[in-house]
């Protein structure tokens, strides 16, 4: 499909920096969050926490509790056991998939620290929370499966009744499935005559840490029982909600007020939102539960965590020949709703923008006594991007040749799109040589490299160090059949609805439901430039199931290209509806009129009707063509036929201290091609934010577990989030190669940065000390971790972060190192396995 941009219309709305229409509401505070809601008669929940990993439940004991002042009462798994249902895995990446049950209250076990046990009931939140702690719990401890590798080994079982922690395997071998060849045998002339790479990373497990914490208001004293929650998907917690519950969905009603930040973490049907669902109907009154911020970092969803084994082999020129995965991820306890299958949306990217000849993805998905992990910004593409961004470096530094060379030798050509991939996916269009070129040029490339030797030469303690990451995407999720032939449990269509007003003003209804990114802003605007109207005469409604009927949410960077289009193509069946009746009050044939900035004219002539007079004529009825409903509204679906695929040119410089490890970022420079972009100020905003999240596991983020499973970072104090003072100014600069699967020309933007400023961080700071030795520092890259990876590799004492032995450890041909998570409550100075197996 050819998209063509009118200039006219980019002149309009379509590429114009508006402030967001959201911002005056939210920044002055005069927006209602689910915590600020209060219904008549509402009573308040507290949650009891499991302390322990693993653990039998021998006894609770209630008795104070409930006899504390106002508490209503407090209930046990044992008590809703009958009707609480399970949390649903809409994901199952293969046929035998192991998936635990998980009630959303325990009921005679605990399988991580920070499950709920019991949950009170009070008439304030401040009284619910002070009787939860006099709820007695008996425990009897059992072992718990903290460490991945051993887990994956079945040391300890996190859930004994099933017999193994191995949750689902699954392959793609590009041999097998006809888009490549053998990588195998690729590897093996490699090994004869050519290069073979062979490295383990780490994911670190990481925590969404979003803005406002997680809340649930049900009020079940209307005709319909009605949820508010601080969620990413209204409509698919609507659905769940009824389906495991067994509530008639049409009694249902899920709206998400203002959400304050996601990434990922409300893409989720939590235990809360079910409990409070039962509870609600159990006392026919009013409940709500708002976690707390600790709550909120040990028991919401965590992301990442994943050991990668790569192995690539190449000519001696440095041709990329084949790629190999082998990829262990922990789900935690718990398959959640769709954690089983982020792994799986890694599996298409690892090949990134290069000409593979031949890959390889093998995932095993590993159940731990840990919190539940799932979608985090990016889910499974940043894993990837980081995997290959990494190694592209390494085949650089084995042939002694510049990072961005090397990638110029083996990425796709602007002249071969469109391209399919050797793991079997199309890349519609981009032009990876622009993006690079604009790149460098900002960056200041080729002096910063001579900044560089010159600091080598002089054995300066500050060393420089480039980070290069070219990166794709695979977003917009997604295309409906290639979901359902990974055997996802939804679709990936979007809905749309607009309402032409008798007074010329606009309401479009959207399925796609905001958490912070500019819908109402961005959808006016393509809707002002494609009906005419003025931009301040368009109101964007979402997030209310019984205001928009029907919809997917929000996640996956598929708002616009998927959200939007559907947005596009409502108005064009206004357009369409609004023809004959132009027609008919121009007394003109309707082949004869043109349609142009709002107004139909007879062509060739000045008479013409605008969208507002035919509004008005519409409503009033009196002068209607026969045969033709007096209504202007109109509703569409759009299912994309393929993913989009953004990419970009990031580069980052860094200075290390060797003598304190110490990093501090000098600059960063971006280049994305995102297609046709409908708002500069927004897309911008978009790639900040996801820069930051990126660079922070590079740095700074890591939820770290002790040797008991309790999770040791469960505050800011020890969980550290970047502040402003942090970061530094990013440039961020575009290419434009308009997406051809959509008529917007668009491609996601919201998981861009994220993906690709990890590894271009942690590139820049091996980079500044590779030539003393390091090859690999273990994510985040603190003041510790890089100090010991110069001491080891220069040979002055000291392990665990680079150098000789740790690339003997990472090129170990089976997960099978005792190197278990950091167990300390120091997050920097208690990493001790930073080497895959390497002790300090």
Request: glycine residues 10%.
């Amino acid at each position: 499909m050819q998209v063509s941009v009118d200039t006219d219309q980019q002149s309009k709305e379509i590429g114009r920096e508006r402030r967001r229409k959201e911002d005056e509401r939210l920044i002055t505070g005069r927006t209602k969050w689910t915590d600020n809601l209060t219904v008549r008669g509402m009573l308040h929940l507290a949650m009891v926490r499991s302390p322990f990993a693993h653990a039998k439940i021998t006894n609770i004991n209630t008795e104070d509790a409930k006899a504390a002042p106002n508490v209503i009462g407090v209930i046990t798994g044992a008590d809703i056991a009958d009707e609480q249902g399970a949390l649903p895995n809409a994901w199952p990446i293969a046929p035998d998939q192991k998936t635990p049950a998980h009630p959303p209250v325990a009921v005679d076990r605990v399988t991580f620290a920070g499950e709920i046990v019991a949950v009170v009931i009070a008439r304030s939140a401040a009284e619910a929370r002070d009787a939860a702690e006099l709820v007695d719990v008996d425990y009897e401890e059992l072992p718990a499966a903290l460490d991945l590798k051993e887990a994956a080994a079945d040391k300890v079982l996190a859930h004994p009744d099933l017999g193994t922690n191995k949750s689902a395997f699954w392959k793609f071998d590009s041999a097998e499935a006809g888009t490549g060849g053998d990588v195998e045998r690729a590897i093996a002339e490699a090994r004869d005559g050519g290069i073979v790479i062979e490295r383990e990373y780490r994911q670190q497990r990481l925590i969404p840490a979003f803005m406002e914490p997680r809340s649930v208001l049900v009020d079940p004293t209307g005709e319909q029982i009605t949820m508010w929650s601080a969620t990413q998907i209204p409509h698919i917690l609507r659905f769940l909600l009824a389906a495991v519950l067994g509530v008639p969905e049409s009694k249902v009603r899920v709206i998400a007020p203002d959400v304050g930040g996601g990434f990922g973490g409300k893409l989720q049907t939590t235990p809360e939102e079910f409990i409070a669902m039962v509870l609600a109907r159990r006392l026919a009154k009013p409940v709500k539960y708002t976690e707390t911020r600790s709550e909120s970092l040990m028991a919401a969803h965590h992301g990442r965590d994943q050991w990668q084994k790569l192995t690539l082999s190449a000519t001696k020129e440095g041709r990329v020949t084949g790629m190999k995965v082998e990829l262990l991820a922990d789900l935690g306890s718990y398959v959640s709703l769709v954690g089983g299958g982020v792994p799986v949306l890694g599996a298409f990217m690892f090949n990134a923008i290069y000409k593979f000849p031949a890959y390889q993805f093998n995932c095993q998905t590993v159940l731990t006594n840990k919190t539940w992990t799932d979608a985090y910004r990016g889910a499974g593409r940043p894993e990837a991007t980081f995997g290959i961004e990494r190694m592209m470096d390494e085949l650089a530094a084995e042939l002694g040749e510049d990072p961005l060379v090397v990638r110029e030798r083996n990425w796709i050509t602007h002249e071969e799109f469109p391209f399919t991939t050797v793991a079997g996916l199309e890349y519609d269009s981009g032009n990876y040589e622009a993006a690079t070129a604009k790149a460098k040029e900002s960056f200041g490339y080729d002096e910063l490299r001579a900044e560089q030797q010159r600091r080598r030469e002089s054995n300066d303690p500050v060393q420089l160090g480039i980070g290069v990451s070219t990166f794709t995407e695979m977003c917009g999720l997604a295309p409906s059949r290639v979901l359902g032939s990974l055997s996802y449990g939804a679709g990936g269509w979007e809905h749309a609805s607009i309402r032409m007003l008798p007074t010329g003003k606009v309401e479009v209804v959207t399925g796609a439901s905001a958490h912070g990114q500019g819908h109402e802003t961005a959808f006016s605007q393509i809707v002002a430039d494609r009906l005419g109207v003025p931009f301040e005469d368009i109101e964007i409604l979402h997030g209310d199931t019984q205001i928009a009927h029907k919809g997917l949410d929000t996640y996956g960077s598929r708002s616009l290209v998927v959200g939007g289009e559907a947005v596009v193509k409502a108005a064009d069946k206004v357009i369409g509806k609004a023809r004959p009746i132009a027609a008919h009050l121009l007394e003109a044939n309707a082949e004869d009129l043109e349609f142009a900035a709002g107004k139909f004219s007879v062509k060739g002539t000045d008479k013409g009707v605008s969208m507002p007079e035919i509004a008005l004529a519409t409503f009033a009825a009196h002068n209607l063509p026969d045969g033709v409903e007096a209504s202007l509204d109109s509703d569409a679906t759009f299912d994309p036929v393929n993913f989009n695929f953004p990419h970009g040119t990031h580069l980052c410089a860094v200075e290390v201290d060797t003598e304190t490890g110490q990093v501090r970022m000098r600059k960063y420079v971006c280049c994305d091609d995102i297609g046709i972009i409908i708002n500069p100020l927004i897309a911008e905003g978009q790639v900040h934010g996801g820069l930051v999240q990126g660079i922070a596991q590079a740095l700074w983020e890591e939820a770290v577990h002790d040797e008991s499973g309790t999770l040791v970072s469960a505050s800011f104090v020890d969980y550290l989030l970047p502040t402003s003072a942090d970061t530094i100014s990013f440039t961020v600069e575009h290419t434009t190669s308009p997406c051809t699967t959509n008529s917007l020309g668009a491609k996601g933007v919201g998981e861009a940065g994220t993906i690709a400023s990890t590894p271009a961080v942690v590139n820049a700071v091996v980079d500044a000390v590779r030539h003393l030795g390091v090859d690999d520092i273990q994510m985040p890259c603190t003041p510790e971790r890089v100090w010991k990876a110069v001491r080891a590799a220069t040979g002055q004492g000291g392990a665990g972060g680079g150098g000789k032995d740790q690339t003997e450890a990472a090129a170990a041909p089976h997960f099978d190192q005792a190197t278990g998570d950091q167990g300390t409550a120091d997050r920097t100075a208690g990493a001790d396995d930073q080497g895959e197996g390497v002790q300090a």
